[in-house]
């Protein structure tokens, strides 16, 4: 028997401690798949306490679901990352969450949050709502996302769909001499394609500059990031599995300009991170919008549908931005590369034991509690 035969194909939902082969297949590179339902982001989240578990659903996409137990008192809270996978319309994935949440309360799980990037259609909204599930701020940073359909354009099309101002800033970065370097486990024999460079150091090193790029962006549009090691730590671990691709720009003698990372996977590739200098900001303008070029034109490269641009929602305004507003701007620049505004569902929990629930919070604030004090 290979491989694929492993994979289940009838039955009841399974619950196992390991991920079956090609479990990544399945959750990550299929259409509408997400690396946060990856092996590598089940690994590294292990690192912080969490305990993974994959459902394995017949006929596949797998549900990878992180387990959090409560102090003392024993059971589970949960959260489903960035999943279930979509599958067929809202209400088959609907359908696909509530089973995988009663399968997990017979685990001892007594609280479920989920957040599928699933469209914000009312079929989906009103079939969780039905079993349960009720809405709840964001788990990660951005509810919606801004998405650049390429409907089968070649990078002629796409480029000719760009804002002017924003097509001449990539061009006036180009005759600068400005180098993408493209950081890429999966390039195919070395060969990073027209338009980028290959790195001369190692990726860790790059990614660690990468995070303090970030700290100095965040400082200057008000944001701030978690520690060092939890950030590159994972980074590493996605790029050693070919989900993520670090781009940097770079001037003619060598100097670090902006960063961009993405992740690859289902049919797209996502924007995770961006940042650039301040200094890059006068003197290379352009740095940053050559990088999403790039990252456009290795999505179409890879056949993918759609590149995701990532959000600018943020906590008390998932919405749009309006004008004068600090989103504002990325906004806009967002939108100049001709990207779209895509409104999701959003994430949503389901308490299955409100008693344990209420017990398992108080637990958690106490041992957290009682950590800080040191007792």
Request: aromatic share 8%; proline share 7%; no cysteine.
């Amino acid at each position: 028997m290979n491989e694929r035969d492993a994979w289940p194909v009838e039955g009841p939902i399974e619950v196992r401690r390991e991920p079956p082969p090609e479990w990544d297949e399945h959750t990550v590179d299929r259409p509408g798949g997400n690396v946060y339902q990856s092996v590598a982001w089940a690994g590294h989240r292990a690192g912080s306490g969490w305990q993974p578990r994959y459902l394995v659903v017949p006929g596949g996409p797998g549900i990878l679901t992180l387990l959090r137990p409560w102090p003392w008192i024993g059971g589970f809270s949960a959260y489903v990352p960035r999943g279930p996978v979509p599958v067929g319309d809202g209400r088959a994935t609907a359908e696909w969450l509530i089973e995988a949440t009663d399968r997990l309360g017979s685990e001892g799980v007594d609280v479920v949050a989920a957040d599928a990037e699933v469209p914000a259609d009312a079929v989906y909204r009103e079939a969780i709502a039905g079993a349960g599930f009720r809405p709840i701020e964001e788990i990660q940073p951005s509810r919606h996302r801004i998405s650049l359909p390429f409907d089968g354009r070649d990078e002629d099309a796409v480029f000719g769909g760009i804002a002017k101002s924003t097509r001449q800033r990539i061009r006036k970065a180009t005759g600068q001499g400005i180098a993408v370097v493209r950081h890429d486990a999966r390039l195919p024999r070395g060969d990073v394609g027209e338009g980028f460079a290959a790195p001369d150091e190692p990726t860790q090193l790059a990614l660690d500059r990468f995070y303090d790029l970030l700290l100095e962006t965040g400082e200057r549009r008000h944001f701030s990031f978690g520690p060092r090691a939890s950030f590159v730590d994972w980074w590493i671990a996605a790029h050693r599995a070919g989900h993520l691709v670090h781009l940097e720009a770079r001037s003619p003698d060598g100097e670090p300009l902006a960063g961009l990372l993405l992740y690859r996977h289902g049919d797209r590739l996502s924007t995770v991170h961006s940042g650039d200098h301040a200094a890059a900001r006068r003197d290379h303008p352009g740095a940053l919008h050559l990088l999403r070029w790039r990252a456009i034109q290795l999505a179409i490269r890879e056949g993918r549908v759609e590149m995701d641009l990532g959000g600018v929602d943020v906590v008390g305004a998932r919405r749009e931005p309006r004008e004068g507003e600090p989103m504002w701007g990325l906004y806009q620049h967002k939108l100049s590369f001709g990207g779209r505004w895509l409104e999701l569902a959003g994430a949503h929990e389901r308490v299955l034991r409100p008693n344990r629930h209420r017990a398992g919070r108080i637990a958690a604030r106490l041992a957290r509690l009682s950590g800080r004090s040191g007792r």
